[in-house]
């Protein structure tokens, strides 16, 4: 669910119900993609600038290859 219609869900309960919602983590209602990039984050502080280096290559590579695979040539 986007945030912004989670956020109108929250701001439309009421003031009991807001309290109990706050009790739940805020990275579970995030979603997936916040998770995911919550736990990346430790990853990239422990990693040497070479293995950093690497994992942008490879990144970079990925992205490259989408819009190659994704724009047609121009004539």
Do not use: H
Request: glycine share 6%.
């Amino acid at each position: 669910m986007a945030f912004e219609l989670k956020r109108n869900i929250y701001e439309s309960l009421p003031v009991l119900v807001k309290r109990s919602v706050r009790l739940i983590p805020s990275f579970w209602l995030a979603g997936k993609a916040y998770r995911y990039t919550y736990r990346r984050g430790d990853w990239l502080d422990r990693e040497s600038r070479e293995e950093l280096r690497c994992y942008m290559e490879r990144k970079l590579g990925n992205i490259l290859r989408f819009a190659v695979d994704q724009v047609s040539a121009v004539g």
